[in-house]
């Protein structure tokens, strides 16, 4: 294979192949982002700066907004919500297929990425339905549980996508998967989550000076202003890090559960693949080679 060799990996080296893939096509990944997140920032930029021009316009006695005024904005703000959740399933399937290509050996494109997600957009919802509510159940249950059904569903989406299958049949397929590999959907999940912690520094500084600023309206704009394009730049960077790493895991499951590489070398050759075995790893706390 030209970019990555097919084998079983540690959980370091999964991670680092993370973020080699992600650096080496750092353009590709941050262009798929982006689109969701573009009109997501128009959203929370209006969102922040309504209260701070409804001010402006009370101090002025310019008048508050009228009825009529505020249902169009709140029409057109679900519209632009509506069109950002379609283009953030775009960019979710876009990332999984760019991976896979990329893992496979295949060079690919934004354009081409998202093209391959045509057709898909009502199953990755459905995906995420159906695995939010099984999570959610889970965390009203209790936490724990909330926390484990995450790491077990973690390759639902990949699944569905690079099989070809339902929303049911997908989401039963991670559990096929991930049994005894729960652990590294954990731990992936906990880099995610401390990346987005350390992404906060974009947007933090600039939402401590708003908050000094709330009795000077422009450098409160421009303190908002600054916040949410900090807001953004960390969202698009941070972003493709799960779907990047949740897709490679993916692969590596197969590899280890289903002998995917001996498949793709007999392919190479020309022969047929070799039935799937069925293989394990080492037991750990997390579950099987967690670590």
Known sequence: MATLDLRPLSLGELLDRTFSLYRRHFLLFIGIAAIPYSIFFVINLGAALFPVIE?????????????????????????????ASI??????????????????GRQTTIRESLGHVRG????????????????????????????????????ATAAALLEDKGPSDSIRRSFELTRDFAGRGFMIYLLYFALL???????????????????QPQMLALWTILAQVGNFIGSVLIAPV??????????????????FDLQMMM????????????????PSMFGRDAS
């Open 55 to 83: 001010r402006t316009a009370a101090a002025g006695k310019l008048g508050a907004p009228g009825v009529a005024t505020l249902a169009a904005g709140g029409i057109l703000a679900l519209i632009a919500v509506f069109i």
């Open 87 to 104: 283009a953030f399933l775009f960019s979710v399937g876009g990332t999984v297929f760019a991976v896979s290509d990329l893992y496979l």
């Open 120 to 155: 898909y957009a009502g199953t990755i919802f459905g995906v995420s339905l159906l695995s939010g509510l099984l999570v959610g159940v889970g965390f009203i249950a209790l936490v724990i549980p909330g926390i484990y059904l995450m790491c077990r569903v973690c390759v």
């Open 197 to 215: 912690g350390v992404a906060a520094i974009f947007q933090a500084p600039f939402g401590v000076m708003a908050g000094l600023s709330a009795k």
């Open 242 to 259: 799960s779907t990047i790493s949740f897709a490679l895991f993916y692969y590596d499951l197969r590899v280890r559960k289903e002998a």
């Open 267 to 282: 392919q190479a050759v020309g022969g047929d693949p070799a039935p799937p075995a069925i293989t394990g790893g080492v």
